[in-house]
């Protein structure tokens, strides 16, 4: 027998579990503490999106238990809608099956691989079978199952399956025993699940630890993110294969029928006009449609002008809620200044719509001689792992923040300092670079936009260190003309023995701005805190203020407790002061508080900055500072 | 109905094909330059592990054509076995399809993905078929086929398929049409091929690049590399799971019958300890093993000493080979030094055999100021993307190469200096972090072994730092002892009038070494090199000197030429000179050569290295080296 045939002999398809089981470590499964956090994110993450389909607000129990040497339990039950009993097994049981991946609309999970990535590498690593108990609301009982994968079939092998009663109405508990070791810490389950707290606020997240420590991420809004509606392909980004594909595959007769119900963004009347751009019929036959035909009507889909997909397949984590997500993160770290966070405009990449969110916080506690801290987020679930194989360390990167007034050698790299940068890319598809789903792909549309995002958040710190530059230099002038001048006043009046001239005209016209700054004192047990401010513009002002103290420590004010500030309505006169006081139970190590306004052109105020969320004031700052980089990026 | 019912319904299957055709990006299409490289290397690969498995000596051709906007024709040429007609189809029409998935032995496709992916991407980004044709040597003709692939079937759909006559005895040409975008440099199809022709010099690869270009990589080797054989599963490294899976699956009826066949180092004699290590019977059915046997087997497999995996299923590329690499990609750049390249001793992780070899090279006219290059190799395929991800860099930047001689910020990340490391895995499945195959994972057995490797060429390299050093202070002494002291013997013997003392005993005594240096002239259009060998010690010496010179240069020299260098056996008596010449045509810039020596320990020649790749002699320097660390790292 030749060569030839007898290597002929040994070419045979391969299971797709047995491929994953031979590479366990592409899902992910490449070490004993990973191994465990990915078996704890791929069930909650299952949880979340079940959840978030079924519009039911979240209440998840994460349970790890230590059943042996390098051996946990994990535990996710979730009071979601439930899985109907026929596909409990498929779910589970069975590689690349699922529901969302046909789908064109943000989900966490895509791919159909996850959970039953977790049942095989528990099979694999423990011989255990994966327990599930589920119910639905229809049904009078829940059903449990005990099953393992029959990995050359890529089939589920159910050991058992009987109805029980379950002390839940609806919902899904999984549990499956893995090889794994448990950390706290970086890396962690305990991470990843702050994390996810961080970005779902809807979700109510208790978490029990193998040593029994118990630890409850609570709900913080009630309302649930708008569900995500499923969409067409958008026709920017569709590659020729994939439209010849298409063409063939659809049920329309015509080609302008074609375009209009199976794409995004086309009427009839742009369907037309690609018909008319590309030199075919409109009543063409999709299904005959050559090569060169579809190439035409490829490059006249660049020709047409055409909407931006539309955006409720997306869910942004939103510029509110990812303000309040690094207040959470940071606890009492208090950082001087919270960038307004970029919400960009939804974009494509092949056919698929994505939105780019970042935020930035700068100075008060976090440590200055360290690598700014990333946070990275994918279709609201956090990213742990792989950081430098992600396109948002690389734009990170590529960003030269020294001219924004971060440390960073050569001007590239991830930069040091006082910093945390946060980015969240939402998507129908998310390009992440392996089925670990551990770290977004470079697709050149998704780097762009994180670096626009960036550099958005680039001018706003640069804006801030110059106007806090801008208040030191005031403080003088400040000074001179609150103290100086009104007794210069006096004295020349004495001597020319005029009377003393009016010098609020001449104050405001030096001044033109709204001071407020904050006096400390300790007395004993207690901080006594008086905020001052003065108005040295010659118009009545009225706005906002609210001080950023912690929460908690608060035992009198003048002012009112709204959410997660002391909050005060202010109303005053051109050239007067205002005091207000706060007495605070005595908090150690307190310096100093951060002050927003609400309702002021924020650049008139020297001593707060606009209140994170409230961003409706466009700054002429700003536009300045892009002005000079515009110039400077022209000069290169 | 109920929504976990509305849910159900989009529940499905998904195919393979499917799966990648939305995640491309996950095997490696994730940009126009990539995508092309990425076809290239997939179709090459796939041509040298038929020519290894049928032990033919490969011809390659590879050409790429511009047939449009972004659009390149990938020819791969080979001369190889050829395929059989009916598995043409599926071999490169059905993703998870190959022979080389279930053989525990190295080669460089594993997953039955690569080439199947490339027509993938063809057919997607462009529409167009992929061209094949294939002869075995047993048929009268070739078969031409157009195919492409039903990836809701994850099926091959040929659209044509006939006889043809072809110039070639046997072999397979593959034409497939993708979007790219070509490149030169770095991370190029070119430099894929330059370092593929480095690790694999028994191939002759042609390359003809778009606008004509044609580069032939020549064939240094008429000697394949030994064929790897294939073997059975290694017991260390097996998990549960897949011990009880292969206990079910297996023919054997008795345990211990089932141990030897199925595993690799298992003798009969072994297997009863392992049983009675057990408390399991020799002849009990392994269908019946329970989790808890399987358990006490596998503790049983940590207890008994096995011998190391039989390493014929591997195919490192070996010292010389690596040295002949490193000069064959430095070309002009000459480093003054090449480290002994490590061949570990083979190790496993999770039932797989691995070995891992490294390499080093120093100085000369690599840039000083720059990170250190790395090349990096798996199964003797170039990895040119995902450096940051891949274990290999992970452990490079691990290790303090500061000790050793090299920068480095914080005694971590990837040093700085003329360097380049060259660390090649090879096992019988590499750990990839995913199916684009581009970095190797973390797993910690590799890491270790890499990091071993390493540290060992970090120790020669502060070896020759220490030598060089020690070179420069005996340069004092030598012409102290050379000069002056047979003046001053001349000048005592006169002023006390005696006879001049004999020297050569005190001479030997003080210094011992032979002595190697060259004198460089330049004579119009000529340089003449005299090389001085001084032998200082009481013995006469015998040993082979090479002399590392810009080869094609050499006019007249009275040594021989031979492979890269030029070679002498010398022959000198105690306290005596010999002198050699070399006349090369004017070499601009020719500042020196690197000598080596061979049957001589080099610790006794100051002016010569070992002769790369001759390492018989253990040099007691490292000796002393790796004590001294050994004590710092004990304080640590």
């Given at each position: 027998?030749?060569?030839?045939?007898?290597?002929?002999?040994?070419?045979?398809?391969?299971?797709?579990?047995?491929?994953?089981?031979?590479?366990?470590?592409?899902?992910?499964?490449?070490?004993?503490?990973?191994?465990?956090?990915?078996?704890?994110?791929?069930a909650?993450?299952?949880?979340?999106?079940?959840?978030?389909?079924?519009?039911?607000?979240?209440?998840?129990?994460?349970?790890?238990d230590?059943?042996?040497?390098?051996?946990?339990?994990?535990?996710?039950?979730?009071n979601?809608?439930?899985?109907?009993?026929?596909?409990?097994?498929?779910?589970?049981?069975?590689?690349?099956?699922?529901?969302?991946?046909?789908?064109?609309?943000?989900?966490?999970?895509?791919?159909?691989?996850?959970?039953?990535?977790?049942?095989?590498?528990?099979?694999?690593?423990?011989?255990?079978?994966?327990?599930?108990?589920?119910?639905?609301?229809?049904?009078?009982?829940?059903?449990?199952?005990?099953?393992?994968?029959?990995?050359?079939?890529?089939?589920?092998?159910?050991?058992?399956?009987?109805?029980?009663?379950?002390?839940k109405?609806?919902?899904?508990?999984?549990?499956?025993?893995?090889?794994?070791?448990?950390?706290?810490?970086?890396?962690?389950?305990?991470?990843?699940?702050?994390?996810?707290?961080?970005?779902?606020?809807?979700?109510?997240?208790?978490?029990?630890?193998?040593?029994?420590?118990?630890?409850?991420?609570?709900?913080?809004?009630?309302?649930?993110?708008?569900?995500?509606?499923?969409?067409?392909?958008?026709?920017?980004?569709?590659?020729?294969?994939?439209?010849?594909?298409?063409?063939?595959?659809?049920?329309?007769?015509?080609?302008?029928?074609?375009?209009?119900?199976?794409?995004?963004?086309?009427?009839?009347?742009?369907?037309?006009?690609?018909?008319?751009?590309?030199?075919?019929?409109?009543?063409?036959?999709?299904?005959d449609?050559?090569?060169?035909?579809?190439?035409?009507?490829?490059?006249?889909?660049?020709?047409?002008?055409?909407?931006?997909?539309?955006?409720?397949?997306?869910?942004?984590?939103?510029?509110?809620?990812?303000?309040?997500?690094?207040?959470?993160?940071?606890?009492?770290?208090?950082?001087?200044?919270?960038?307004?966070?970029?919400?960009?405009?939804?974009?494509?990449?092949?056919?698929?719509?994505?939105?780019?969110?970042?935020?930035?916080?700068y100075?008060?506690?976090?440590?200055?001689?360290?690598?700014?801290?990333?946070?990275?987020?994918?279709?609201?679930?956090?990213?742990?792992?792989?950081?430098?194989?992600?396109?948002?360390?690389?734009?990170?990167?590529?960003?030269?923040?020294?001219?924004y007034?971060?440390?960073q050698?050569?001007?590239?790299?991830?930069?040091?300092?006082?910093?945390i940068i946060?980015?969240?890319?939402?998507?129908?598809?998310i390009?992440?670079?392996?089925?670990a789903?551990?770290?977004?792909?470079?697709?050149?549309?998704?780097?762009?936009?994180?670096?626009?995002?960036?550099?958005?958040?680039g001018?706003?710190?640069?804006?801030?260190?110059?106007?806090?530059?801008?208040?030191?230099?005031?403080?003088?002038?400040?000074f001179?003309?609150?103290?100086?001048?009104?007794?210069?006043a006096?004295?020349?009046?004495?001597?020319?023995?005029?009377?003393?001239?009016?010098?609020?005209?001449?104050?405001?016209?030096?001044?033109?701005?709204?001071?407020?700054?904050?006096?400390?004192?300790?007395?004993?047990?207690?901080t006594?805190?008086?905020?001052?401010?003065?108005?040295?513009?010659?118009?009545?002002?009225?706005?906002?203020?609210?001080?950023?103290?912690?929460?908690?420590?608060?035992?009198?004010?003048?002012?009112?407790?709204?959410?997660d500030?002391?909050?005060?309505?202010?109303?005053?006169?051109?050239?007067?002061?205002?005091?207000?006081?706060i007495?605070?139970?005595?908090?150690?190590?307190?310096?100093?508080?951060?002050?927003?306004v609400?309702?002021?052109?924020?650049?008139?105020?020297?001593?707060?900055?606009?209140?994170?969320?409230?961003?409706?004031?466009?700054?002429?700052?700003?536009?300045?500072?892009?002005?000079?980089?515009?110039?400077?990026?022209?000069?290169?």
């Amino acid at each position: 027998m030749g060569i030839a045939h007898e290597m002929a002999r040994k070419q045979r398809e391969i299971s797709v579990a047995e491929f994953f089981e031979k590479n366990r470590h592409i899902l992910g499964f490449d070490s004993l503490t990973k191994s465990l956090v990915v078996s704890v994110k791929e069930a909650v993450d299952n949880s979340l999106d079940a959840c978030e389909e079924a519009q039911m607000l979240p209440d998840i129990l994460v349970q790890i238990d230590n059943t042996g040497k390098d051996e946990y339990r994990v535990i996710v039950e979730d009071n979601g809608p439930g899985i109907v009993r026929k596909n409990v097994p498929y779910v589970f049981g069975k590689l690349l099956y699922g529901s969302r991946f046909h789908a064109l609309r943000q989900s966490r999970g895509q791919q159909g691989i996850g959970i039953s990535a977790v049942v095989l590498y528990g099979q694999l690593s423990t011989g255990k079978p994966a327990r599930i108990i589920s119910k639905i609301e229809e049904d009078e009982v829940a059903y449990e199952f005990l099953l393992t994968i029959n990995t050359k079939k890529n089939e589920p092998r159910v050991i058992k399956e009987e109805p029980i009663i379950w002390h839940k109405d609806h919902g899904t508990r999984v549990e499956i025993t893995v090889r794994g070791r448990y950390t706290r810490g970086k890396q962690s389950a305990y991470e990843y699940l702050q994390q996810t707290a961080i970005v779902n606020p809807q979700a109510q997240i208790t978490f029990i630890e193998p040593d029994g420590r118990k630890t409850v991420f609570k709900r913080v809004v009630d309302i649930l993110p708008p569900p995500t509606k499923e969409i067409k392909p958008h026709p920017h980004g569709i590659e020729l294969g994939e439209l010849v594909n298409m063409a063939r595959n659809t049920k329309a007769y015509r080609l302008t029928s074609f375009l209009t119900s199976e794409f995004s963004r086309i009427s009839p009347k742009i369907a037309e006009k690609i018909c008319k751009l590309a030199y075919l019929p409109a009543d063409m036959r999709p299904q005959d449609m050559t090569l060169s035909e579809a190439k035409r009507i490829l490059s006249a889909f660049e020709k047409v002008k055409l909407m931006a997909p539309p955006t409720d397949c997306l869910s942004p984590i939103g510029e509110t809620l990812i303000k309040k997500g690094l207040k959470n993160v940071l606890g009492s770290l208090k950082p001087g200044f919270y960038a307004q966070p970029i919400t960009r405009d939804p974009r494509v990449y092949s056919g698929n719509p994505f939105i780019v969110e970042a935020g930035i916080v700068y100075g008060g506690e976090l440590p200055k001689d360290q690598s700014v801290k990333i946070l990275r987020f994918a279709n609201r679930v956090p990213l742990l792992y792989q950081q430098g194989a992600d396109v948002i360390t690389k734009a990170i990167s590529s960003i030269d923040w020294r001219r924004y007034g971060l440390e960073q050698r050569g001007g590239e790299g991830i930069p040091v300092g006082p910093a945390i940068i946060l980015v969240h890319v939402a998507s129908t598809r998310i390009p992440f670079t392996s089925e670990a789903k551990e770290a977004i792909a470079d697709v050149p549309e998704i780097y762009e936009e994180i670096q626009l995002a960036l550099k958005s958040l680039g001018r706003q710190l640069k804006m801030y260190r110059v106007k806090k530059e801008r208040k030191k230099k005031l403080s003088e002038k400040f000074f001179l003309v609150n103290k100086i001048l009104p007794e210069i006043a006096r004295k020349s009046a004495e001597i020319v023995e005029k009377p003393v001239p009016k010098l609020e005209p001449v104050i405001t016209n030096i001044m033109n701005i709204i001071w407020i700054d904050e006096d400390v004192k300790k007395d004993n047990d207690k901080t006594i805190i008086t905020v001052r401010i003065a108005n040295f513009t010659d118009e009545n002002q009225k706005f906002m203020l609210y001080g950023d103290y912690p929460l908690g420590t608060v035992i009198e004010t003048d002012g009112t407790i709204e959410e997660d500030y002391v909050k005060w309505y202010v109303e005053i006169k051109p050239v007067s002061y205002q005091y207000h006081k706060i007495i605070l139970a005595n908090v150690d190590g307190y310096t100093e508080t951060n002050y927003y306004v609400d309702g002021i052109n924020p650049n008139k105020v020297i001593g707060a900055e606009p209140l994170p969320g409230d961003w409706r004031i466009k700054l002429d700052f700003v536009e300045e500072l892009e002005k000079e980089e515009e110039v400077s990026e022209d000069e290169q």
